[in-house]
T-cell receptor
Framework: DAGVIQSPRHEVTEMGQEVTLRCKPI?????LFWYRQTMMRGLELLIY????????DSGMPEDRFSAKMPNASFSTLKIQPSEPRDSAVYFC????????????FGAGSRLTVL | AQSVAQPEDQVNVAEGNPLTVKCTYS??????LFWYVQYPNRGLQFLLK??????LVKGSYGFEAEFNKSQTSFHLKKPSALVSDSALYFC?????????????FGQGTELSVKP
């Protein structure tokens, strides 16, 4: 298995533009997580899905952020409009559904908003 | 609410010396506890986990961690540090009753091992 695949690896955009980050989880994993990592705030959980259904989106910063999982093999995190404070590394992770299972992380998408 | 604290932003160790990276947690009920490592420009990689049973858990690359319920701690240890162990280390917790739910990470501790 190729692991969790994220794209793009790097994105530089201007304030106000729409940004879409993509994630392909490991086949057979039923849970998918989006995390954001910054120096100031560390690793924050934005949203997670079980069986394609959003379970907890309390970490999504505001309405500018949205996430979808239309099927078991694909998820998107969209920011519209983007702002400089959204600059961060965004990680997608997946795991089998159950409490003790290990998350497998993608390599991350580094977003810079100018 | 679940939370994790890593009290040290940075730990400096000489190669060959033992290392400890500290972690304390707060969770309702019994915890599942994890350690992950992050190398520069990479995603997090799993090191080890505690579910139940023996309080000393052994993981990848010679790392181990000791679960202490009374102190709500899960410190990461290694008897002899290598320069290649230099990385960012994250402790994480999930409550047993939070099946399929949130995994909460600490702020991370940067480990620097000098030759």
């Amino acid at each position: 298995d190729a692991g969790v695949i994220q794209s793009p690896r790097h994105e530089v955009t201007e304030m106000g533009q729409e940004v879409t980050l993509r994630c392909k989880p490991i086949s057979g994993h039923n849970s998918l997580f989006w995390y954001r990592q910054t120096m100031m705030r560390g690793l924050e959980l934005l949203i997670y899905f079980n069986n394609n259904v959003p379970i907890d989106d309390s970490g999504m910063p505001e309405d500018r952020f949205s996430a979808k999982m239309p099927n078991a093999s694909f998820s998107t995190l969209k920011i519209q409009p983007s702002e400089p404070r959204d600059s961060a590394v965004y990680f997608c992770a997946s795991s089998p559904v159950s409490g003790a299972n290990v998350l497998t992380f993608g390599a991350g998408s580094r977003l810079t908003v100018l | 609410a679940q939370s994790v604290a890593q009290p040290e932003d940075q730990v400096n160790v000489a190669e060959g010396n033992p290392l400890t990276v500290k972690c304390t947690y707060s969770v309702s009920g019994n915890p599942y506890l994890f350690w992950y490592v992050q190398y520069p420009n990479r995603g997090l990689q799993f090191l080890l986990k505690y579910i139940t049973g023996d309080n000393l858990v052994k993981g990848s690359y010679g790392f181990e961690a000791e679960f202490n319920k009374s102190q709500t701690s899960f410190h990461l240890k290694k008897p002899s540090a290598l320069v290649s162990d230099s990385a960012l280390y994250f402790c994480a917790v999930r409550g047993v009753y939070n099946q399929g739910g949130k995994l909460i990470f600490g702020q991370g501790t940067e480990l620097s091992v000098k030759p």
